[in-house]
């Protein structure tokens, strides 16, 4: 996912790039466990809602660990182009370093 937030820069706005997967509250301990599995990230329990997120927003996690790990062991249907949006964006960055 990418956001786009209000921020002091002198832009004004700042672009976060955020892997998220959100689960119901009884699946809690689950989402806790892919910190211990990918060693990057936070969990987040909703105040408003019965659901919990598994968040990462570091550039480096996502793309030395999150990254990795689902060409390893890859996504299902709409999920899976999500994240090959997440895949370009990283390519093209790349790109623009080299």
Known sequence: MIN????KKKLGKQVVLMFTISQHSRDAYLLRSF???LDC???YASSTRNEGN????KFFDLEHKIIPFFEL????GV???????????????LERFI
């Open 4 to 7: 786009i937030l209000n921020s």
């Open 35 to 37: 910190f211990n599995l």
């Open 41 to 43: 990230g936070k969990y």
């Open 54 to 57: 598994f968040s990462v927003t």
């Open 73 to 76: 062991y890859s996504l299902q």
């Open 79 to 93: 999920k899976c182009l999500n994240f090959r949006d997440l895949e370009v964006f990283f390519f093209i960055n």
